[in-house]
């Protein structure tokens, strides 16, 4: 464990919004934003799913501006930050620019593990703008820890202010993440932090997991809302990190109450590890890939289960949604030849 | 018609891109790889020596001072071909084939405007991804219009050049542009993703379109498409549909793969062959253009 102070990150306004196919209301997002304030988060990412400019038929359509939902959380808190993500190749320096217009501070610059160099454009821009910076790598499950902490170096000279490992298929064991955040956290100066997906029932655990190992930042969600099985789920980390005894700093009981009474009712459906998000985990699938495959299964005629393992033997990777069509269609050809 | 000889070219950045250039240059029956020039010694230069190609380390300056050469391809960087290497070819007369983002000139994408293309002193190839999906977004333009057209360019991360990875905007921004103004969609979106999957994936982009007029058959759309892809593969051997149009509701979608001819980079290197293929392609008419003119002067 760390000297630094922990800092629980909410993304329940962006890693959500796959969970509700990007259909948050501005007096949604002002609900929850409003109650994540008052039970003390200093961080909450408000974007689509898929971050700045993700709003697109590859990824989904947003309900409403996406640009209008940052605002109304930015409109709500006063102590908490406002995040945004942003991936290269999908967002721009332009719509960054924007975000900050609508009042975000921080932005988080993602890209797939090894491809941490077509993040400097943006994390450059970010610093000169302002901002916060963090390096965000995602599908940390692909890549030895001590190549990960190489891309991670090269995040920080280009000015991150910390690194995000993602597990974005939830597909990591509790000392997988361990080693992953020692290895990070031996090669570069700034904090670290861990991003979970629950796909294989370990969100908390490979959170616990990461903190352990000495990460600063550890993002969570009300309800668990996310992609795939969901993220870390924000009141029962906030619960366990209190029988711990680690100080977050958060009202456990005020984020029982905003999951009970403001995410519960909005939700499309429980968040739970049905077959499929147990499949991405096991697989090693993009987490958000998830509802784009059942949409796929339904109009070709296929089990996702297949897709999902065909998703992983193509080695496809964040951002390939477009191409769950390409493997629906070339497994539904096969399968009228045969 | 008969042809009287070619027409000789430069090639100014002797990178991946220009190396795969000269090879494809060799081989064309009406241009003549008159000199490769660079700014520094490098293995670019090198190669293209050892070809018996005239070489030089003078940029631009090479170029236009030999009165013979009429046409130049620039694969350099879109802020030197923006403050040298534009102005000094314009200066001297040589027609610009411009492969980096800057746009001086009007986007070409051969197959859909080339033809009023013909006597612009400098021209632009727009992207990878936009070669590869803007005319389908026409194909559909010209049957049905087009509201929306967003395309997927998903290329092999080794094929993916420092100067791409240090500004993904100029390719997200660039093609986004050109769908609109080349392939006339009311509005347009691009998305690039690096793959680094072992081996390399082939240069596949997927293309979504909203149509303004739903009352258009399915069935005119389709072949609209099929045309325009029988099209580009006249100039883009490697070019074919992965999946064929399907439509659903006002969308429709085509999945296209764009496997390399391998002239200097590997087959997977798609992306680089066919904008390298589509600036040979208006070169070539262009030249063609001169050669006639040429005769009848």
Redesign the interface.
Request: aromatic share 4%.
């Given at each position: 464990m760390s000297n630094q102070k922990l800092n629980i990150v909410d993304t329940t306004l962006r890693d959500g919004s796959h969970a509700v196919r990007h259909s948050f209301s501005v007096k949604q997002t002002s609900d929850i934003a409003a109650r994540l304030e008052k039970c003390g988060l200093p961080i909450i990412e408000v974007s689509h799913g898929d971050g700045l400019g993700g709003s697109s038929y590859t990824y989904g359509f947003s309900k409403e501006d996406p640009f209008s939902l940052i605002e109304a959380a930015a409109k709500v808190v006063s102590r908490a930050k406002i995040a945004v993500l942003l991936l290269p190749g999908i967002g721009t320096i332009s719509d960054m620019k924007h975000a900050k217009d609508c009042g975000a501070s921080v932005v988080r610059v993602a890209t797939h593990v090894t491809e941490a160099d077509v993040s400097a454009q943006h994390i450059n821009a970010a610093k000169q703008m302002g901002y916060m910076a963090v390096g965000f790598l995602m599908m940390v499950h692909m890549l030895e820890p001590e190549k990960i902490a190489e891309q991670a170096k090269k995040m920080e000279s280009y000015g991150a202010d910390y690194i995000n490992l993602a597990d974005s298929a939830g597909a990591l064991l509790p000392d997988q993440v361990k080693a992953r955040i020692e290895a990070v956290r031996a090669a570069v100066k700034i904090p670290v932090g861990f991003h979970a997906h629950n796909n294989l029932s370990l969100a908390v655990a490979n959170s616990l997991s990461a903190i352990d190992a000495g990460a600063s930042y550890i993002d969570a969600t009300l309800r668990g809302l996310g992609a795939g099985a969901g993220n870390t789920q924000l009141e029962v980390l906030s619960g366990v990190l209190e029988r711990k005894g680690i100080e977050t700093g958060l009202d456990f009981y005020g984020l029982i109450d905003a999951s009970e009474q403001v995410v519960a009712p909005i939700m499309l459906r429980p968040q739970v590890i049905d077959g499929g998000s147990l499949m991405l985990g096991y697989a090693g699938v993009y987490s958000s890939f998830l509802l784009h495959v059942y949409t796929a299964a339904e109009k070709f005629h296929l089990e996702p289960r297949d897709i999902l393992v065909e998703v992983g033997k193509r080695k496809m990777i964040g951002g390939q949604e477009d191409l769950i069509i390409d493997v629906a269609y070339t497994l539904a050809k096969g399968k009228q030849r045969g | 018609m008969q042809q009287s000889g070619k027409i000789k070219v430069a090639v100014i950045g002797p990178g991946n891109i220009g190396s795969d250039l000269m090879y494809k240059i060799l081989r064309s029956p009406v241009l003549e790889m008159a000199l490769m020039t660079g700014i520094v010694e490098s293995e670019g230069i090198r190669r293209a020596a050892g070809l018996g190609i005239p070489v030089s380390t003078e940029g631009v300056a090479a170029v236009v001072r030999n009165p013979e050469i009429k046409l130049a391809f620039d694969a350099t960087s879109a802020s030197a071909h923006e403050k040298f290497d534009a102005p000094a070819l314009s200066k001297a007369g040589i027609v610009a084939i411009d492969l980096t983002p800057a746009a001086v000139g009007p986007y070409c994408v051969p197959c859909v405007n080339l033809e009023q293309l013909m006597h612009e002193p400098n021209v632009n190839m727009v992207t990878c991804g936009g070669q590869a999906t803007i005319p389908i977004v026409h194909a559909v333009h010209s049957v049905a219009g087009v509201e929306y057209a967003?395309i997927?360019a998903?290329i092999a991360?080794r094929s993916a050049g420092?100067g791409t990875?240090?500004?993904?905007?100029e390719?997200?921004?660039t093609t986004s542009r050109a769908i609109e103004v080349v392939g006339k969609a009311k509005k347009g979106?691009a998305?690039?993703?690096?793959?680094?999957?072992e081996p390399p994936i082939n240069m596949?982009d997927?293309v979504?379109i909203r149509v303004s007029d739903t009352s258009v058959p399915f069935e005119t759309i389709r072949d609209s498409i099929l045309d325009i892809v029988s099209q580009v593969q006249l100039y883009v051997p490697g070019y074919r549909l992965?999946?064929p149009p399907?439509m659903d509701g006002d969308?429709v979608?085509v999945?296209v793969q764009v496997e390399g001819q391998g002239d200097f980079l590997p087959t997977f290197a798609g992306n680089l062959d066919i904008i390298n293929a589509a600036a040979i392609a208006t070169a070539e008419r262009i030249a063609r253009n001169m050669l006639k003119g040429g005769a009848k002067g």
């Open positions: - | 967003e997927v998903a991360s420092p990875r240090a500004n993904m905007d390719f997200t921004e979106k998305i690039i993703v690096l793959n680094p999957a596949t997927t979504m992965r999946v399907q969308k979608s999945v």
